[in-house]
């Protein structure tokens, strides 16, 4: 099934047909590069229809490039119970092996798959994926090329193939594959916004600038492209143009904080962000997401006081979310108050046994209270944490934790 509306090649083995409309509106999503919405369409798809195993690997594609790890893992794990054999749950494997970075891997099970379905275009767009993650340009204009010959309107492979295009330094190339993908997608971002951010990335910082200039004159409504443009006059050394973008910024955007937050955190505008933030917190007291992006950037700007208060609110909003008390454990330490340091800190590994910083935190609070012998235990302790996740993390990379699954 491709953007056109036409079918790719599907599992040989039968499958649900009540999961078919819901995989065909996630497949339009996913094909856009509407990956939030693809994954709830296919996750409805996997509730409609549990041992439909093309769905479990869309859904697990998704998961990967939304980093939800446990709903990959689960997906996976299930894939397996059902049929270990079948190209779906072999490519589930393969996004699982492409989330723990072992490429090689990855590619040897998504090329298995491909023998199996030679011309399916998800997986070739699966493969293809592995190939942006790997650095691989060569190997991902091939496989991207021939998804388009089985979808020449596919949003996504022209956007991939535009970023490939300026991996290898062909910026002419990028830009007509974003145009080509603007005209089938119109709300994707300005062309010229995503060749800016492959200059940008590349340290070609004039040519950036030039690209963000024109991308802020064809979508005047669009925050992101002044942001980068502001970042790259800074960097210029321009200044008065740098403060003129500046007050385009505040004038064009300052009623919406929603909006300007995380990009003002993005580009280390500290005291930007604090004050949307604030505004923020004023329309939605009890987001426990807004507190602590405000509690630590209190926490940047040497505001401990505030940063203290806001994040023991989130404490009472979040009990059971080891992020807080980790937070309030390391402020109190910055505080000099190293008793609610270590209770803190203490609490949050309990929340979260691999919570590392916190251990950290704990084990020097302890040792300005003159308890050694604790320290010394709870950096044994984070140690011993770190072997054991370091373990877990190498029976995946290697597959030995799948050594039954005989794939």
């Known amino acids: 099934m491709n953007s056109s509306g036409k079918h790719s090649e599907s599992s040989p083995l039968p499958e649900n047909p009540s999961a078919e409309p819901l995989l065909l509106e996630g497949l339009s999503a996913f094909y856009r590069e509407h990956d939030k919405r693809a994954l709830e369409l296919f996750e409805d798809a996997l509730r409609v229809a549990p041992d439909n195993l093309r769905a479990h690997y869309l859904v697990a594609l998704c998961a990967h490039l939304l980093t939800q790890e446990e709903t990959l893992e689960q997906t996976c794990s299930h894939a397996l119970k059902l049929n270990p054999r079948d190209p779906y749950t072999i490519a589930c494997e393969a996004v699982r092996y492409l989330y723990l970075s072992n490429f090689s891997r990855a590619k040897s099970l998504f090329e298995k798959a491909l023998q199996m379905l030679p011309r399916n275009l998800d997986l070739k767009i699966g493969l293809g994926i592995l190939y942006e993650y790997s650095g691989d340009k060569e190997h991902g204009i091939d496989i991207f090329g021939q998804a388009l010959e089985l979808d020449p309107e596919n949003v996504r492979v022209h956007v991939a193939l535009g970023a490939f295009c300026a991996m290898s330094g062909d910026f002419d190339a990028a830009l007509a594959e974003y145009r080509i993908a603007k005209g089938f997608e119109p709300s994707l971002e300005s062309p010229h916004q995503r060749l800016g951010q492959d200059y940008y990335y590349e340290g070609m910082v004039e040519q950036a600038a030039s690209e963000f200039g024109r991308a802020i004159h064809e979508e005047p409504k669009e925050p992101a492209g002044y942001f980068y443009l502001l970042d790259c006059l800074r960097r210029l050394g321009r200044t008065d143009s740098a403060l003129d973008v500046y007050e385009e910024i505040r004038k064009e955007f300052g009623g919406n904080p929603g909006l300007t937050s995380g990009l003002y955190e993005q580009f280390s505008m500290c005291s930007e962000a604090i004050g949307a933030l604030e505004q923020l917190s004023e329309s939605k007291p009890s987001d426990p997401s ?55 800190c203490r609490r949050a590994v309990k929340l979260n046994p691999n919570a590392q910083s916190a251990y950290t935190t704990l084990a020097d609070a302890l040792l300005f209270l003159g308890r050694q012998e604790e320290s010394y235990q709870a950096i044994q302790e984070m140690e011993h944490v770190r072997k054991e996740a370091w373990k877990r993390y190498q029976a995946k990379f290697s597959g030995q934790d799948r050594a039954d699954a005989g794939l």
Not at 302 to 329: H, V
């Open 290 to 344: 807004v507190l602590l992006r405000l509690s630590m950037a209190y926490r940047d700007a040497d505001r401990l006081s505030d940063a203290i208060d806001m994040a023991e609110k989130l404490t009472r909003l979040a009990p059971d979310d080891y992020r807080c008390p980790a937070l309030l454990g390391e402020l109190y330490f910055r505080h000099e108050d190293y008793r609610l340091a270590v209770a803190f």
